[in-house]
């Protein structure tokens, strides 16, 4: 089984040993168009039978390895608009799909980059809000793009990937515990990789998934140079003053209910800067609506979540 859907949202494991696929199970597929646990506004130009007659016709004219940019092509102009856009695939959008999960103790507990968002994924490209606050602070805040650098992506989202694999100066490897097409297999809490080898790490919405997160954490420091730095995104509550973690919750059902998806382990709070410090690293926090201008103004352009924050980890040392 892949560790990620076709949407490129991460699935990694509990325990180090067997990958759980809540967002597969809920819904995705490989166009781009998510299903949502809330009823999604229909909007198509023509449905039904109709719609069934003219896709199986186009399906028939169209080769399979042209359908994904046909496919583009025709939401481009589609969803055209100048409300939204998507700074992977150019695209001027008058609205995104919605996607995330309503479970109630997501809404209760503030959690960002957890609960349901009703302009969330580019239907163009596929790109989701959390992927696209990544990629403009790594445009525009780090130097990341101006030289030479080893960089480690775990559980690497797709478009992201895309970009970073091709760029000249970075030294790119990805992994994952399941998935098939990435560079290196494996358990974040035991990275097969040497000390100090990477300049940069990303592993984003992976901790929350992980019941020794510490340990991940660990390992992460260790394989990063002394002086390099890591982006370590989760979803996190607002509400809550310290993270709420129970590990007598053990079933898919009671995780639901308990941290809002049925394969995390537990939700981050306030306090998760300092659980990174805890762990050894230097912790700086950015919050992009401070710098609104490069990442969307006040009419949040690139339809990012508005209290979403980067947090960014460091080795300390020199470089
Ligand atoms: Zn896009």
């Known amino acids: 089984m892949r ?22 199970q809920r819904g995705g597929n490989q166009a781009g168009e998510p299903r949502v646990t809330k009823p999604e506004r229909k909007s198509r130009i023509v449905s039904g039978p109709i719609r069934d007659v003219v896709k199986a016709a186009l399906k028939r004219v ?29 695209s001027g959008l008058r609205r995104l799909f919605p996607f995330g999960s309503a479970m109630p103790v997501l809404t209760q507990q503030r959690v960002v980059g957890g609960g349901w968002r009703p302009n969330s994924v580019c239907p163009v490209c596929g790109s989701f809000d959390r992927e696209r606050l990544l990629y403009l602070y790594l445009l525009h805040e780090s130097d990341l793009f101006t030289k030479p650098v080893r960089l480690l992506h775990v559980a690497p989202e797709e478009r992201l990937k895309r970009i970073l694999s091709r760029s000249s100066n970075i030294h790119y490897v990805s992994a994952d515990l399941l998935a098939l097409d990435v560079m290196v297999r494996m358990d974040i809490t035991r990275i ?19 019941v020794d997160d510490q340990r991940a954490l660990g390992e992460l ?5 002394p002086g390099g730095w890591s982006i370590l995104q989760v979803p996190i509550s607002l509400a809550l003053q310290a993270t709420y973690e129970d590990f007598l919750v053990t079933t898919p059902h009671g995780r639901e209910e308990a941290f809002g998806q ?30 609104a201008e490069k990442f969307g103004g006040g009419r949040n352009l690139f339809s990012l979540i508005v209290e979403e924050r980067i947090y960014v980890a460091r080795k300390p040392g020199a470089i």
Do not use: M
């Open 262 to 291: 049925n394969d995390h382990v537990r939700i981050y709070a306030r306090d998760y800067d300092a659980r990174l410090s805890g762990a050894g690293f230097q912790v700086e926090v950015f919050r992009w609506a401070a710098k």
């Open 192 to 210: 097969p990789l040497p000390d100090a080898s990477f300049d940069v790490i990303l592993c984003n919405h992976v901790l929350e998934h992980i």
């Open 3 to 24: 560790g990620r859907n076709g949407l490129g949202e991460s699935h990694w494991n509990l325990t180090g040993q067997t990958g759980c696929h809540i967002i597969s």
């Open 62 to 90: 169209i080769a399979p390895r042209f359908r994904p940019v046909a496919r583009a092509a025709y939401r481009k102009i589609r969803y055209f608009g100048f409300s939204y856009k998507c700074p992977f695939c150019g």
């Open 221 to 225: 420091l260790r394989v990063l140079k």
